[in-house]
């Protein structure tokens, strides 16, 4: 859980993710970049605790839920947040900036 109301892409999203674990967080600044609703985590209307509280009970009582996401999680984060991956956005970065 990451109940963030003012964030850019934190780190521990993308930690988590890697790890297999879904996220439940609000609905705000680059969560969604990470965070995909009911993909690899559960998105809350910014500040609607209730919303949040539902996505915490849904992926406590619901295990295929759970686990279907925890394997999004993972294909995401090897897909668009590896080391191999970020390397290479930042050679191409460099690249740009060159050019």
């Known amino acids: 859980m990451l109940p963030t109301l003012a964030e850019n892409l934190p780190n521990a999203a993308i930690e988590s993710i890697a790890c297999g674990t879904p996220v439940v967080s609000f609905d705000v600044g680059g969560m969604p970049d990470a965070v995909r609703h009911m993909e690899t985590g559960y998105l809350a209307k910014l500040a609607d605790a209730d919303a949040l509280a539902e996505g915490i009970r849904a992926l ?3 295990d ?3 686990q279907r ?3 999004n999680c993972r294909e995401v984060a090897e897909r668009e947040f590896s080391t191999d991956v970020e390397a290479k956005r930042f050679v191409e970065l460099y690249e740009e900036v060159l050019r």
Do not use: F, I, P
């Open 60 to 62: 406590l009582v619901d």
């Open 64 to 66: 295929e839920l759970r």
């Open 69 to 71: 996401l925890s394997v």
